[in-house]
């Protein structure tokens, strides 16, 4: 009764039909053109679609590419949030939500799955780099008040530091690190973390040294 | 005619054939009882030779994995290398030795292949935590004067930000780390990787401020 309700006739299943389409030909124009190149109008052509459909279901470019490629909409969400209050808590503060993000597995294997094709797949790779330029190493970096250069390589280091830990803890699954509790995480990490951004890394030996 | 000399009788091809039979019998064996498991007496019984063939052609298990896997024996010669000398310097002794491996693409590409399939499959994720815990992890946690399940977890933290770096830097080749030289990030990261092992990143905020 219900099914056949949901597939009769009206706007429900148009609508669910439509947002698929939309979301299939945003797979395959980020897989061909990279992150980048596509765009809305483009991916509304490839679904027979007005632009203004897309923008409607999902908003932006970002978010077509976050809703195509299910990438979790809280990650986009940490680096928003990340500079507002203390700034020496910048650190601590990305390791425990970036963390809170992988610790669910519903929110984690779509990330691993992106990442596990970024690596078979130089066009994937390619996508999955310019999303995560323009949507999260950008904007970071773009709070550190130095040159771009400078604050996008501060801030792949600090990255570096938390995809690694994903890596080990939830996909190795290395102990004791995969059985850490966030809170110690966020103790060893958020120094280093912060030490990135702040381009201290560098003297920490000289600092650390009795 | 070279073809046929070296399809002739005798022993070059007899022992190009039993390497061969012997690395496919080892890659099933790790694969469906993971590295712990697995041993030279049972991959030598698949490949239907005697253990001490096993043990003349390749060595230890751990370098018949490496030998599998096509583990660049490089990374097992950093571990060795690196507690040798000035433990002051260890951190940018392994950013650099890590980076050297990575830098080549021969040598970069059976890893990356191994990672990948670790992503996709859980049984060779185990196999390859065994083999870094008993062959990196472990060896290196060794050195440090700490108990074991802490040590463990400062080796991991340290081997993490390198992992990151690798995926960022040779997986997605995030710009400008994937143009950084190599003296660029030891002086970036080996104070960090230094403060991991020592267990002072925690520390770090306090004594970089001002």
Redesign the interface.
């Known amino acids: 009764m219900t099914v056949s309700a949901a597939r009769g006739p009206g706007r429900p299943t148009d609508d669910v039909d439509r947002r698929a389409d939309i979301l299939a030909a945003a797979r395959r124009e980020f897989a061909d053109r990279g992150f980048d190149q596509a765009s809305v109008r483009g991916i509304a052509r490839a679904a027979g679609v007005d632009p203004a459909l897309v923008h409607h279901y999902f908003g932006s470019k970002q978010d077509v590419f976050v809703a195509a490629v299910q990438f979790p909409a809280d990650a986009l969400r940490i680096v928003q949030g990340l500079f507002d209050g203390d700034l020496?808590e910048v650190?601590s503060r990305l390791v425990r939500h970036f963390l809170g993000v992988y610790e669910h597995a519903v929110q984690r294997e779509p990330v691993?799955a992106l990442?596990?094709s970024?690596?078979?797949q130089e066009s994937v790779?390619?996508m999955?780099?310019e999303f995560?330029?323009a949507a999260l190493?950008g904007p970071a970096a773009s709070h550190l008040g130095v040159p771009q250069?400078e604050a996008?390589?501060r801030a792949?280091?600090a990255?570096?530091?938390?995809?690694?830990?994903a890596?080990?803890r939830y996909?190795?699954?290395?102990?004791?690190?995969a059985s850490?509790s966030v809170d110690e995480l966020v103790?060893?990490?958020?120094?280093?973390v912060?030490?990135?951004f702040?381009g201290?890394?560098?003297?920490?030996?000289h600092?650390?040294?009795p």
């Open positions: 020496a650190g691993l990442l596990r970024a690596m078979g790779a390619t999955m780099r995560v330029t190493i250069a996008r390589l792949e280091l990255i570096a530091q938390l995809i690694g830990v890596m080990l996909v190795l699954k290395a102990e004791p690190l850490a103790r060893r990490l958020g120094p280093v912060q030490a990135h702040d201290t890394a560098s003297h920490i030996s600092l650390a040294a």
